[in-house]
């Protein structure tokens, strides 16, 4: 719990520091730099060897179980788990008519609040 704490209070101080326009562009590059760049990099190591193999990816996901996302399906026979398949389904829609949806802005409004 301290640990999504900690992660939504330096979210909320980078956001406080860049534009509206370019907010989540910020926020990725952060995200990016931090979690893959410095690992490959091996910022985060104390001078020991890691066994990092440049994989991000949770070993659960490859279960028929597990979503790619990480949560678990409801039925192994899915593709996607509850969340994913909503937001696939809703992403058509937005693609299909290229613009957000009321049910698209509801959906990233859940997640964030997440």
Request: proline share 4%; hydrophobic share 30%.
């Amino acid at each position: 719990m301290e640990g999504r704490e900690a992660k939504h209070i330096t979210l909320i101080k980078l956001s406080q520091n860049t534009t509206y326009q370019d907010l989540w562009m910020e926020i990725f590059r952060h995200e990016y730099v931090k979690l893959v760049w410095l690992r490959e990099q091996e910022g985060y190591s104390s001078g020991a060897q890691t066994t990092n193999k440049c994989v991000y990816i949770p070993p659960r996901v490859e279960s028929r179980e597990y979503c790619y996302c990480g949560l678990m399906k409801a039925d192994p026979q899915d593709p996607y788990c509850c969340f994913c398949d909503e937001m696939m389904k809703e992403i058509e829609c937005c693609v299909k008519g290229k613009a957000i949806t009321k049910k698209m802005n509801a959906l990233l409004k859940k997640a964030k609040s997440c």
